[in-house]
């Protein structure tokens, strides 16, 4: 897997550029959701799979359902703070799910991608996503992503204030 900050590039890319289409913080944290596997299996040691069940398209969207109620109840705070970040969106529960569901498909096809042990198909065992991109590629698409995401923030955020400051002063 790409460190799990990483996963959040290619979402908050998707994001920003797509805010019509996907609900930022819902991309966000379907993209990096289902890596809470892994950070318990190496906290307390356990003998469980690194990739295990939550990295598969069932577990994922298990995990995915899970996440949506609370941002879906959390909407009118989360809607503040996506406020004053310039960033108004859409609330409702289906566009939370499908951006959620988005960023957690992402990241599974991601983590696909270069590692064998992944089984994003269970209870099936092929993986056909591994080994048709390199890990170097993806660490690279990952921070461009995040570049990116940042590049078009800032746009977003100074236009929008540009916006507010000429509808003030008329």
Not at 110 to 124: G, T, V, W
């Amino acid at each position: 897997m790409p460190f799990t900050p990483y996963h959040a590039g290619p979402a908050m890319l998707a994001g920003v550029g797509f805010r019509k289409v996907f609900h930022i913080p819902a991309l966000i944290v379907g993209s990096v959701i289902v890596d809470i596997e892994p950070f318990l299996v190496l906290a307390f040691d356990l003998d469980y799979p690194l990739h295990g069940f939550f990295h598969t398209f069932a577990g994922g969207t298990i995990a995915v359902l899970l996440i949506s109620v609370p941002i879906w109840l959390l909407r009118k705070p989360i809607g503040k703070l996506m406020a004053r970040l310039k960033l108004e969106q859409k609330k409702g529960f289906w566009f939370i799910l499908w951006s959620a569901m988005f960023g957690m498909v992402t990241h599974i096809i991601m983590d696909s991608l270069f590692h064998a042990d992944l089984r994003p198909f269970y209870p099936f065992w092929y993986n056909p996503f591994y080994g048709h991109i390199s890990s170097k590629a993806i660490h690279f698409l990952c921070v461009f992503s995040f570049i990116a995401a940042g590049i078009i923030y800032i746009v977003i955020f100074f236009t929008a204030q540009k916006k507010e400051s000429r509808q003030k002063n008329s």
